[in-house]
């Protein structure tokens, strides 16, 4: 990770997929902020290509329809989307032909000491295709990257493969396999609360800490997504990737710096020790939901199995809750809860961290553990609950929190994930992405549970939309006498 916001090296960023809504929604405008902080160096172009008859003009037109949509009026300035625009050229090219990266050629070889990004925002099928086009054309020097978005495989088998494939023709160091939570400042603020205040950590481990819940809620439902959902389900989307993501950065050991080597290292350590879930004990600790008709602020949701594009009678999972649990020194017994889910009552991506209770209680009140709560959306914050004697005669212990509001102590815009990706993809520095190995471990805790849930015929449990979830992930939690945070009315 790099301390500065200083500016990029001069680069030449080719965007594959440009007309995609990945690019158009997100990509481009985390690009279009960077300008506007300054940060992107004269010379830095944006070179978007896709199979698509556009003129440049045309795209800029189409990029600019979206970047409005996307960006806050507020946040749109006109003078600097023009001079944004200036950076930005379309290639139609088909990366099936091998002829069209020719074209590809004429645009960079004018520049050939620039860093050069090719960012694979296509199906991974293409993966392959691509880097060997590329290749091919003589386009890739030692200043070039790849980086590519998930999912990487649907298995251990075909991310090894794919692993396999970018490793052809690029070097790890060369490759970037991006997580947008980790560009998340909230998640690099996890790392900033655990390794830069020396408070917490004689408390993070299990002498102190009972247990820990990950929830990454979303009110949205499967949105015209049918296609590549129905074929993933949340465990593939969601838990394989950024739950797995936030519970390492939770649970890893202290790395001895922030060189990217030295967190990954830390990173894999913790998913090697994921204890495994396998046969039988999947629906021990598992539990695989699918919402069901429901109502979401006011408003009615139809159910997954009627959205547009889903399979009739399809059992993929929207919902997954799962108890983990860690065999190492630190964590030995301490249970993980993790929970994902669409069409939950709002959007929430929230750590909570269950301190003991004291041993032996000398004041009148229900419950004494001590929580730290880690909000990441949709509002940065982080709050300690401690117990206060309340107000008046009795000696009643309340709870009342310590609070930190970000917007608030920094007064200053959020970054999107992406803008802090893109930045560090161009200059270089991977601890933000993700190393093979550390995508290989987690599938290979992942692979067992969909093992299991096929030999078991585990079903989806079904939640109404706009609830919590499936009644059987409150029963998981409750085996160990603790609660999703929405049974404390406190929290
Ligand atoms: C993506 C998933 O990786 O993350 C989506 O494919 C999900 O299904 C999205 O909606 C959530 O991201 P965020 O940043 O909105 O929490």
Request: aromatic content about 8%; overall charge negative.
């Amino acid at each position: 990770m790099n301390p500065t916001d200083a500016q990029l090296p001069p680069f030449d960023l080719v965007l594959f997929g440009g007309t995609g809504d990945l690019a158009l929604r997100k990509l481009l405008p985390a690009l279009y902020f960077r300008h506007h902080e300054g940060q992107l160096p004269d010379q830095g172009r944006i070179i978007c290509v896709a199979r698509s008859e556009l003129s440049s003009q045309e795209f800029i037109a189409m990029m600019e329809e979206a970047a409005r949509r996307h960006i806050n009026e507020e946040e749109f300035h006109q003078s600097t989307w023009e001079t944004f625009c200036q950076r930005v050229e379309y290639l139609k090219v088909d990366i099936t032909v091998q002829d069209d990266y020719q074209k590809l050629s004429d645009v960079l070889s004018a520049h050939p000491d620039r860093v050069r990004v090719f960012y694979l925002s296509t199906a991974p099928g293409l993966f392959r295709r691509i880097c060997h086009g590329v290749h091919e054309a003589g386009l890739v020097s030692p200043l070039s990257r790849v980086a590519l978005e998930k999912p990487l495989g649907r298995d251990l088998e075909s991310a090894l493969q794919i692993n396999d494939e970018l490793a052809e023709v690029f070097t790890e160091k060369q490759i970037y396999r991006i997580d947008h939570y980790l560009g998340k400042e909230t998640v690099q603020n996890l790392m900033a609360l655990r390794f830069g205040n020396s408070l917490f950590e004689p408390l993070w481990r299990r002498e102190h800490i009972r247990d820990v819940q990950i929830t990454i809620a979303e009110s949205l439902g499967v949105e015209g997504r049918a296609g590549y959902y129905d074929q993933t389900g949340a465990l593939r989307d969601m838990v394989q990737n950024h739950l797995l993501q936030l519970l390492v950065i939770l649970a890893m050991e202290p790395p001895i710096s922030i060189d990217s080597d030295c967190i990954r290292d830390e990173k894999i350590k913790v998913l090697r020790a994921l204890k495994p879930i396998t046969g039988k004990d999947v629906t021990k600790y598992t539990v695989r939901g699918q919402y069901k008709a429901g109502v979401l602020n006011g408003e009615p949701v139809v159910a997954y199995r009627d959205a547009d594009g889903v399979p009739p009678g399809s059992n993929t999972e929207t919902y997954v809750a799962i108890k983990a649990e860690i065999d190492s020194w630190r964590w030995k017994g301490v249970p993980f809860f993790l929970r994902t889910g669409k069409s939950m009552p709002e959007k929430r991506t929230e750590i909570i961290i269950n301190f003991r209770s004291v041993p032996h209680s000398i004041f009148e009140m229900p419950d004494s553990t001590n929580r730290l709560i880690i909000r990441l959306q949709p509002e940065e914050m982080i709050k300690l609950q401690i117990f206060a004697k309340g107000r008046g005669d009795a000696m009643r212990l309340l709870p009342v929190n310590l609070d930190l509001d970000f917007d608030q102590a920094f007064k200053k815009r959020q970054m999107i994930a992406y803008e802090r990706l893109l930045s560090d993809m161009i200059r270089g520095h991977q601890a933000l992405f993700n190393h093979r190995d550390e995508v290989a471990a987690a599938w290979k805790w992942i692979d067992p549970i969909i093992a299991g849930w096929e030999d078991y015929s585990v079903a989806s449990q079904m939640y109404s939309a706009g609830t919590w979830g499936p009644a059987a992930a409150s029963a998981l939690i409750a085996r160990d006498e603790c609660g999703w945070a929405e049974e404390h009315p406190d929290v």
